[in-house]
């Protein structure tokens, strides 16, 4: 099994920018599909951005709009997300997920492993 663990969570004004860091271990992330998910207080976890592991395709939720970008580091075995023009509504606590295919991944619960998550907070 793989392990994940999720940092660079902050507070910052709206219109700033983050670099979130999802480290993992016990496995390679190069045969696992990453994806990153968000919770809000009171709200369901929903889908951000996912980075396949075949064939290096990504996507985003619509709501990110271009403003979020997934990539990977084989070699520190980290997948990152850069959150760009955030707004009050990107609040959320932050989770990195794997998984061992390509399909469903913008479904949370098509993911076998996840992290603990890291809180981004953005004032107005």
């Known amino acids: 099994q793989v392990q994940l663990v999720e940092s660079g969570g902050g507070s910052v004004q709206a219109g700033g920018s983050l670099r979130l860091s999802c480290a993992a271990s016990?496995?390679?992330?190069?045969?696992?599909?990453l994806g990153w998910f968000r919770q809000a207080p009171g709200k369901e976890r929903d889908f951000v951005a996912a980075?396949?592991?075949?064939?290096?395709?990504?996507y985003y939720a619509d709501s990110v709009n271009n403003r979020f970008t997934i990539s990977r580091d084989n070699a520190k075995n980290t997948v990152y997300l850069q959150v760009n023009s955030l707004k009050p509504e990107d609040t959320a606590l932050y989770y990195c997920a794997a998984k061992s295919s390509n399909v469903n991944l913008r479904l949370s619960g098509s993911y076998a492993y996840w992290g603990q998550g890291t809180q981004v907070t953005v004032s107005s």
């Open positions: 980075s396949m592991w075949s064939g290096g395709s990504t």
């Open positions: 016990g496995r390679t992330i190069s045969t696992y599909t």
